[in-house]
Structures are given as structure tokens and as C-alpha cells.
């Protein structure tokens, strides 16, 4: 599981690591990449664990998992990644129409 | 500067050197000049400086009479010239809010609009507003000692970051000054945040016109807390919004030939259906959020001034101002009333 707050930054930026600290873009180098190809390899799921942090801007969300669509495929992205979300329930649906919409 | 024991014509000598250079700062010190001061010559000013005095509009405000308050900052930025004081004139004025304040604050310290000349004003005469205008943080203390000598916490502030990055912290910390004073505890809104850090996207990525990240922002928050409601306001001094868009050819034909103003622009931008200049299709996104917040209900009195566009969409209110504003504009208002369900307090 990768716990945004805990794990990467209660404060989430930007899109990009030049626009500001705690991007989208850092976020899927230093975390999301790696562990996504980790569980994928064991045959596992990701649970990405979004509550906890100020709230999440669009770039940065479509940034982190649209980005990983657009290099892995959004099945094989929606295959592995699991979501949890109780302070902003309606950011899964968002997520995953980023990971969707990056095969477009 | 220590001239004891030395020559008179030394003495004097020095004294010319000290104040020619006195003076030199004190000039490059008018230009970045942020203090609103009382006196008809402010100190630092040299004599010779030539005066200016521009009233402004009794409602001192953007958000209420946008055409007035736009009108009346066309009419400073049309006054700088070399050696001159611009003073916004707030003696008269019966009420003001702080979004007006963060404009003339933000013109006057941005060199482009200013020149060569020092932006400053004359204080309101009326009590009651020059109370809420020493609190509204436009001196940058955040604790104002009072007539009876105690320190209070100002109920306002504003703040300016001219580094060009998004910065999170920045936005919690508004949040928490704001949650503090209206809900008694500090604790997160999402869709304020997440607004904030839409709106230093923007001015990151759209506010230059060259596509670099040269623009500064300035954002404030004032808390009334006997309504108990925080005012936010965001601003940035770029080309705004709509110099900003990527418009399809037939689009530009329509502005062309006036079949489409820039409040239709404005509304389409807002809705998502005109697209990043970038080109990418999975940008262009953030204005769209930032509505997206506001109609579910996470922030009230969303308010947008950009260009020559103000569009109030709580009253479904768009409309063309006579005059064009210099950059882009955000309002938005979080109320006890309305919001406390975001920090779950129990009411």
C-alpha cells in the first residue's frame, strides 16, 4: 500500500518537479512506478491510500496516474491498482478516468 | 554616520556623499514602496517628485463594483511617468474589501505597471474602515496592537510570493490562519486547497506570454469573524485567462467579427470545452476543477476577473467591463454556516 500523506507529502503540489515540490511527476518517479511494477510482478494489487493529505490538484492527480497509464496501458494500470478514499470519495472515479483517458 | 572630530569641510563632504546615496535608496525604496501612508508626502519621497492624487470609488471593492475599481487602476497605470508619486486616494471611501486592496498592492509593486513611479495612498478617514483596514493585513503584521495596548491577532493577511512555483505549504497555512479564526480549531479544506494550488498552476503555466513561468502571485485571506466567513483572494498580474487559451480557427473568426464576446469564451474555457495551449488533451484541466469545487458546494461566491471579464457564478452573473483588468482574479468565500461540515465539527 502507498499512503500519499504518510508516505510522500501531506501537501501535494504541481504537476511537474520544475512547477514546485511534491508533484505529480515525483510523486510516480520516487513512488508509484516502482511499487506499481513490484506488485505487478508478484501477481498483487496496489492499495494507493489518498486520505490524510490538504487535497489533491487535477495536474498533479492526472500527472501520477495518467502518466503511469500513458507508459504501462490503462489495463494493465486498472489491474493492479486499488483505491481508498473516504475524505473525497469522488476522487476514484476521477482517477480513474485520468488512467482511462491516457489511451486516448 | 559619525562626523565628530573631523574637519567641517570634511564633515560636509561626507554628509553630501551619505545623502546622495540617502537619496538613491530612498528612490529605489518608492518603487518597491508597499506602505499606505497618511501624511500628504510620504517621508521617504524626494521633494521634487511630482504628486498625484487619484480618488478611489467609495465601495473600494472588485468583487462588488468591478467596473468602478478597474476604471480606477487603468487610472494610475495611465499616470506613471519618471519622478512621480501616484497616491490612491481612500480617504473618502465608506467601504472597501480586501480583493481591492490586494490589486492596488500588487500593480503598484509590479515594475511593469508602476515604471518609474511610487504607487502609494492616503489611509480611509472613517474609523470603522480604517480599523478593518489596519486588520486586513495590508501592513503585513499579524498581530496589531489596539488603543488599549493589548496585542490582538489581525484578521487578515496578505501575502506575496514572487519565486514562480507552486507551493502547498503556502496554501495550508492560509487555510489554517483562515480555520482558526472562522471555526475556532485549524484543520484542512480540501476544495480551498485544491483551488489554491490550481490557481499558482495557472499562474505558473498560463500567465506568462512567452510560456515561461515569469509571473508573481498574491493571495489573502480576511476573516470576519463576528459573520464568521474568510474572503480569499488570488491574483496574478499576467496576460489573463483568455490571451491564454488555445482557440480553434473558427473561434477566432467569431472574436473576430464579434459573434462571440469573451464572457462565452470565458464560460467555455470554465467548462472544459476549450483546451490548454499547451495542446495536450489531458490538460487544461484546472479551471474546470476549481468550478467543479464550487458547484459541489465546497467553496461559495466564486468570482473570476480576467481580462475584460467578470463573471460571478453564484449569481450566474458574466459580464464585459468597460475597461480591461491586468491579470487574472480569484474570490471565493468559506463561511461557518456553510462549511463546517469539512472540519466535521459538530455543530
Known amino acids: 500500500m502507498i499512503s500519499v500523506a504518510s508516505q510522500f507529502s501531506e501537501v501535494p503540489g504541481p504537476r511537474l518537479i520544475e512547477e514546485g515540490a511534491f508533484s505529480g511527476e515525483a510523486f510516480l518517479d520516487q513512488q508509484l512506478r516502482p511499487a506499481f511494477l513490484a506488485a505487478e510482478s508478484d501477481g498483487a494489487t496496489l492499495m494507493i491510500d489518498l486520505d490524510g493529505t490538504q487535497g489533491y490538484a487535477t495536474s498533479f492527480l492526472e500527472q501520477a496516474f495518467g502518466g503511469l497509464s500513458r507508459e504501462f496501458g490503462s489495463t494493465r494500470v486498472l489491474k493492479v491498482l486499488r483505491f481508498k478514499s473516504d475524505e473525497e470519495p469522488y476522487l476514484v472515479e476521477e482517477i480513474t478516468g485520468y488512467i482511462g483517458g491516457a489511451d486516448e | ?347
Open chain 2, 1 to 347: 554616520m559619525k562626523t565628530k572630530g573631523l574637519r567641517p569641510k570634511r564633515q560636509r563632504s561626507l554628509r553630501r556623499i551619505a545623502n546622495k546615496h540617502l537619496e538613491r535608496r530612498l528612490r529605489n525604496r518608492g518603487t518597491r514602496n508597499k506602505a499606505i501612508w497618511t501624511e500628504p508626502r510620504a517621508q521617504f519621497i524626494p521633494a521634487k517628485w511630482e504628486q498625484i492624487e487619484l480618488a478611489a470609488p467609495r465601495d473600494f471593492s472588485l468583487i462588488r463594483e468591478p467596473e468602478r475599481l478597474v476604471a480606477h487602476l487603468n487610472d494610475i497605470t495611465s499616470a506613471v511617468g519618471t519622478n512621480r508619486v501616484i497616491v490612491s486616494d481612500l480617504r473618502n471611501i465608506e467601504d472597501f474589501s480586501t480583493d481591492a486592496l490586494l490589486c492596488l498592492i500588487a500593480f503598484s509593486n509590479d515594475r511593469r505597471f508602476s515604471g518609474g513611479s511610487a504607487i502609494q495612498g492616503f489611509e480611509p478617514t472613517n474609523a470603522e474602515v480604517l480599523d478593518k483596514f489596519r486588520d486586513s493585513g495590508i501592513y503585513g503584521r499579524r498581530f496589531l496592537r489596539f488603543a488599549d495596548g493589548a496585542f490582538r491577532p489581525a484578521h487578515g493577511t496578505i501575502q506575496r510570493v514572487n519565486d514562480k512555483i507552486v507551493r502547498g505549504n503556502f496554501a495550508r497555512e492560509m487555510i489554517e490562519f483562515a480555520t482558526l479564526r472562522i471555526f475556532g480549531q485549524v484543520g484542512p479544506l480540501k476544495g480551498v486547497y485544491t483551488t489554491m494550488i490550481e490557481c499558482m498552476n495557472n499562474t505558473f503555466n498560463h500567465a506568462a506570454a512567452t510560456g515561461e513561468a515569469q509571473q508573481t502571485w498574491w493571495a489573502t485571506v480576511y476573516c470576519d469573524t463576528e459573520r464568521r466567513v474568510a474572503f480569499f483572494n488570488f491574483l496574478d498580474t499576467g496576460v489573463g485567462i483568455l490571451e491564454s487559451i488555445r482557440l480553434k480557427y473558427t473561434d477566432r473568426l467569431s472574436r473576430l467579427f464579434g459573434l462571440k464576446d469573451n464572457t462565452e469564451f470565458l464560460q467555455e474555457v470554465l467548462e472544459g470545452k476549450i483546451g490548454s495551449r499547451t495542446g495536450l488533451d489531458y490538460r487544461g484541466n484546472g479551471l474546470p476543477q476549481i468550478v467543479k469545487r464550487f458547484e459541489m458546494g465546497q467553496l461559495s461566491r466564486l468570482i473570476i476577473v480576467s481580462n475584460d471579464v467578470y463573471a460571478d457564478l453564484e449569481n450566474n452573473d458574466y459580464r464585459i467591463l468597460p475597461k480591461e483588468f491586468s491579470g487574472t482574479f480569484f474570490h471565493w468565500e468559506i463561511s461557518y454556516d456553510r462549511h463546517y461540515q469539512q472540519l466535521e465539527i459538530d455543530d
